[in-house]
C-alpha cells in the first residue's frame, strides 16, 4: 500500500492525565502495527488547533472523542466537519456512546469503541482508503447528477406552469352560465385525463326560444388535442345576423362549415375530431341533430326503450366534401337526452379484468346511463354520474378525457321574450 497520512486529532483541548489514551499515544500504537516500510504517516493536533493545511495534507482523519463529554451535536467544530465531508476524507471516530451516535448520522464517520484493536484499526483506515477512488467517482457522478436534476426539476416546474395556464385559457372556453329555456334544462360533465382535455362543449342560447348544444372531442390526448378544441370553439358558426335579423345555421350546415373550416388550417399535418350539434327548439320541443363521427346521443323515454340517435356524416377535418345529415326528434315531458364523449366506454371498465382489458372500451356505460332516467333533475344525474365515476378503480387515472352534457325537457314554461340580436352576451359566434 503507498504512503498515507493520517491525522490524529484529540478532542480534549487540554488533556488531563487519565482523560483516555492520547492522540500521541494512538500515533506510537498504529505506527507500532503499520508495515515496517514506512506507508502511515501520522499527525496529532488538538481539536481547537486543526488549520486548513492539515486538512489538505490527510488522507484520513481519526478524532478521538472527549471521555467524558455529553454531546448532541458532532464534538468536531462544523467548519472542520463540513471541510472533512467535501473533501471526502475518511473520517473515524473513537469513543462515541450510544446515545450520541445519533449527532453523527449525518456524517459519513464510521464510529467505533475507544478500546479497538489498534491493528483492528489499520484495517478498517487501509479499507476506507481502498474504496476511496471508487467513492471519489460516485460522488462525481452524483454531484453531475445533481446539477442535471436540478436543471430537470426546473425544467418540469416550467412545463407545469405553462400546461396550469393552458387548462386555464382551456376551461375559459367552456360556458360559464347553463342557460335553461321553457322547461329545457342541462347540467354538465367535464373531466380531463390530464391537464387539458381533448373535449370540448358548449350550450349556447340562440334566441328567445333555441339552445344550442354542442360537443366535439379531438382526436388523441394532450396539449395538441386541446390545441385543436380551441380551433374548434373559435371555428364554431352557430347563427348569422343581417341587420335587422338573424338566422339559426342548422346542423347538418353548422357540421359542413366546421369540417372546411378545419380542413383549410390544415398544413402538412392531418387533425381531425368527432363532433355533434342539436338545435331544440325550447317551444315546439323539436330538436335538430347532426353529427360528425360522433357517440350517438341517447334518448331515455318514459314511453319506450333508450336509444340511440343515428346520424350520416364522416369526422370533421378529412375529407372535403363529406355531407352530413340531420334529423328531428321530438320531445316529450320528461324525456332525457345524453351527449357524451366517448371517454364513457372507457369509464366503467368490468371489476375482474386485467390492467390491459380495463383500458378497452365496453358497453356498461349504457347500463349507466340508462339508470339516470330514474334522476328528476340533470343535477341529479350528473351527480350520481360523478359517483359512479370516483367510485371505479383507477379513477383517478382515467384513461380518456369525459363530456358529458345531460339534458331534461320538463313541462313546457313561458318564459319573457328577450331579443338576443340586441344583447352580444348572448351571441357566441356570429357572422354578418
Not at 450520541?100 to 479497538?116: D, G, K, Q, R, V
Not at 385559457?169 to 367535464?190: C, D, M, N
Not at 382535455?197 to 334566441?207: A, E, K, T
Amino acid at each position: 500500500m503507498s504512503r498515507w497520512n493520517l491525522l490524529i486529532v484529540d478532542g480534549q483541548p487540554s488533556p488531563e492525565p487519565g482523560a483516555g489514551v492520547s492522540a500521541a499515544e494512538w500515533a506510537v500504537l498504529l505506527n507500532r502495527h503499520a508495515d515496517s516500510n514506512g506507508a502511515l504517516r501520522t499527525h496529532q493536533r488538538l481539536v481547537d488547533s486543526i488549520g486548513e493545511n492539515d486538512l489538505a495534507l490527510a488522507d484520513a482523519v481519526l478524532f478521538l472523542l472527549p471521555t467524558e463529554t455529553d454531546q448532541a451535536t458532532p464534538a468536531l467544530p462544523p467548519a472542520v466537519l463540513n471541510q472533512i465531508e467535501e473533501r471526502a476524507i475518511p473520517l473515524v471516530v473513537l469513543g462515541v456512546k450510544p446515545s450520541e451516535a445519533n449527532a453523527w448520522h449525518h456524517t459519513s464517520a464510521m464510529l467505533l469503541p475507544s478500546n479497538i484493536d489498534p491493528q483492528a484499526l489499520l484495517y478498517a483506515f487501509r479499507g476506507m482508503l481502498h474504496r476511496q477512488p471508487d467513492f471519489s467517482q460516485l460522488r462525481q457522478e452524483l454531484a453531475l447528477a445533481q446539477r442535471f436534476h436540478g436543471g430537470l426539476e426546473s425544467e418540469i416546474t416550467r412545463m407545469h406552469d405553462e400546461l396550469q395556464l393552458a387548462a386555464i385559457v382551456q376551461r375559459e372556453l367552456l360556458p360559464r352560465e347553463i342557460p335553461s329555456l321553457h322547461g329545457i334544462r342541462f347540467a354538465t360533465v367535464w373531466r380531463p385525463a390530464n391537464y387539458v382535455s381533448g373535449d370540448i362543449y358548449d350550450l349556447i342560447r340562440l334566441d328567445e326560444d333555441h339552445i344550442g348544444v354542442f360537443i366535439a372531442d379531438a382526436v388523441g390526448h394532450g396539449v395538441p388535442a386541446a390545441l385543436m378544441t380551441m380551433v374548434i370553439s373559435r371555428s364554431l358558426l352557430t347563427k348569422e345576423i343581417t341587420d335587422q335579423s338573424y338566422r339559426i345555421v342548422p346542423p347538418a350546415e353548422v357540421m359542413h362549415r366546421l369540417n372546411q373550416e378545419l380542413i383549410v388550417r390544415q398544413e402538412n399535418s392531418t387533425r381531425f375530431a368527432t363532433a355533434v350539434y342539436a338545435v331544440v327548439n325550447c317551444r315546439t320541443r323539436i330538436m335538430t341533430l347532426a353529427g360528425a363521427g360522433h357517440p350517438p346521443p341517447i334518448h331515455l323515454s318514459e314511453s319506450g326503450e333508450p336509444r340511440q340517435l343515428e346520424t350520416n356524416g364522416g369526422l370533421l377535418g378529412i375529407f372535403e366534401d363529406e355531407e352530413y345529415d340531420q334529423i328531428d326528434v321530438e320531445l316529450s315531458v320528461n324525456d332525457r337526452v345524453i351527449f357524451f364523449s366517448d371517454g364513457f366506454e372507457q369509464a366503467f371498465p368490468d371489476e375482474s379484468a386485467d390492467a390491459y382489458e380495463r383500458q378497452l372500451p365496453t358497453l356498461q356505460y349504457r347500463q349507466e346511463f340508462e339508470d339516470l332516467a330514474r334522476k328528476s333533475d340533470p343535477e341529479q344525474m350528473v351527480d350520481h354520474l360523478r359517483k359512479r365515476l370516483d367510485a371505479q378503480r383507477g379513477s383517478l387515472h382515467q384513461t380518456d378525457d369525459l363530456t358529458m352534457i345531460c339534458m331534461i325537457a320538463d313541462a313546457l314554461k313561458t318564459m319573457p321574450i328577450e331579443d338576443v340580436t340586441q344583447n352580444p352576451a348572448s351571441i357566441r359566434r356570429v357572422a354578418s
